[in-house]
């Protein structure tokens, strides 16, 4: 299906970037005319990918995150968000409520759970040290655009 309007943006895996990559997704979709809470899943679903992005894919590394969003006819938003950091070995694994890599107990283990529970649709794909896309879908109702 051929885009309505389509953005890329790439960010540097700083955490100073994620509040940004999360505004600016909500500003691309912005003309569909989103109610709060379906600008607020999508921003918190974006804000996790990014997140897993910073923290788990770079960890103490720099990297680059690529964003790309879509709108497609009857008001659907897909978004992709690709790093190409350390890559998960297991992603069903990865994808199950509190399961985390990270051993300091910092964090709760609930990104793709989150990703899910705020999107119509969730995609990941891995490959060990290769990187990591999630794809988002999102059907907004009020379709404004």
Do not use: W
């Not at 600008?39 to 960890?59: F, M």
């Not at 300091?104 to 999107?119: D, I, N, P």
């Amino acid at each position: 299906m051929k885009p309505v309007n389509e953005m890329k943006l790439v960010i540097p895996s700083r955490s100073s970037n994620e509040s940004f990559a999360r505004a600016a997704v909500a500003a691309f979709i912005a003309p569909l005319d989103p109610t709060i809470g379906e600008l607020a899943d999508i921003k918190t679903a974006v804000s996790e990918a990014v997140t897993n992005c910073i923290v788990h894919a770079y960890r103490d590394d720099l990297g680059k995150i690529y964003i790309q969003a879509k709108i497609l006819e009857q008001g659907r938003v897909v978004i992709r968000i690709r790093d190409t950091g350390c890559g998960i070995a297991d992603v069903k694994k990865a994808m199950e409520p509190l399961y985390t890599t990270c051993t300091t107990g910092e964090r709760a283990g609930l990104g793709f759970a989150v990703m899910q529970s705020f999107m119509d649709k969730l995609r990941v794909t891995s490959h060990p040290d290769r990187g990591t896309t999630v794809t988002m879908e999102k059907r907004i109702l009020s379709k404004g655009a």
